[in-house]
């Protein structure tokens, strides 16, 4: 994906799930959310585990199907054998998210080409924060 496609992502796009959100400040999920919520995102939070919490003023749930709106942007913080999987239950939700984003050194050519199959942008290996701090 280009520089200026990713630049039409981050402008085009307000809502972000971070799949993979931790309660932890020192971990990435973590700041990335901040810094998106602190740059006009809506953004939420999935994990299991902080199912009903609400860290940092973002509400976390325990799955995509969970979310009470749709997510423009599904932002992936999880190992790249999860990715596949959860591009299938990504396709399994009552709407389209425009975009797939896994962070840096998440990469699954089978989840990316499930999700382009499937007329969802595929953005892999790249840092949301860095990316939106180039725009």
Not at 46 to 58: Q, S
Request: net charge neutral.
């Amino acid at each position: 994906m280009t520089t200026s496609q990713i630049k039409k992502v981050l402008t085009s796009y307000n809502s972000v799930a971070i799949v993979g959100f931790s309660h932890n400040h020192q971990r990435p999920s973590n700041r990335i959310g901040r810094y998106m919520k602190g740059n006009g995102f809506k953004v939420m939070g999935v994990n299991p585990g902080l199912a009903g919490r609400e860290i940092d003023e973002i509400k976390c749930y325990a799955s995509l199907k969970e979310l009470p709106e749709e997510a423009e942007i599904i932002n992936i913080f999880r190992r790249s054998e999860f990715v596949y999987d959860l591009v299938e239950e990504i396709l399994l939700l009552s709407y389209k998210p425009k975009v797939v984003w896994t962070q840096i050194g998440v990469i699954s050519s089978e989840a990316k080409e499930l999700a382009l199959k499937n007329d969802i942008e595929y953005i892999e290996n790249k840092c949301i924060m860095v990316e939106h701090t180039l725009i």
